[in-house]
């Protein structure tokens, strides 16, 4: 049998990639300059012709800049097209919560389970990214369960409904999903030691404003998914 080479031109063009890299850049950055960060990214779309590395990165960059209106239409409109993507799902989720949205934040979640394919076999073990989603939505159910105030936490039902959607990945992601709400207790329970040693106003007001802070429980994986954006570059 003869094999030909592969002589189909690369997805990304080496211009294209440097772009891309650019653009990632600005996720290093504390202070996001947004106005750059959206001159790049219209020279990388440009030169990426069409692929979808640019836009999710944009995406984080939006979000991390806490433009989170334009973060969640970068997001929907990425959901919209491809729909089996968990990063899209992740950032509208995250710009609910960061927005106290909490009955939305739970829907979107939900919405992100739901959409994390299943192994072929039970026994199979879930990609990595699926299993940081698992472990990340452990946290922020916990999180929204037990942070907020009495009248801004979702409905007892819709945490149930986000824990059926888990069940129904088997053993592996419950294991996961877990993890991650006894990290967020963990969490709660240490602002409350705190609170309950507490001899000064000034320091029980401020542990709790904190205990309720979402920063202070779950951080956006920013890191982890601007890397495997720019490892499937040359894919």
Known sequence: VLFLPDDRPPRLSEEAKVAVRRLAAYMRQSR?????????YANALELAEGELEPRLLYGLVLLKARQRDEAAKQFEELNIERPEMLLPLQGIAWTRIEQRSYKTGVNDLTDLIDNVAKPSKPTDPYPEQAQRVFYWVGQLREFLAIAP?????????????????????????????EKGRSRSRAVAADFDQRLAGSSSEALTAKLKVERRQLAKYVVFPYEYETQRILAGLNQ
């Open 32 to 40: 996001i300059n947004t106005e750059a960060a959206a001159d790049q």
């Open 149 to 177: 105030e009495q009248a801004w936490r979702p409905p007892p039902e819709l945490l149930d409904g986000l824990d059926r959607a888990v069940a129904d990945h088997g053993a592996q992601a419950r294991e996961l999903y």
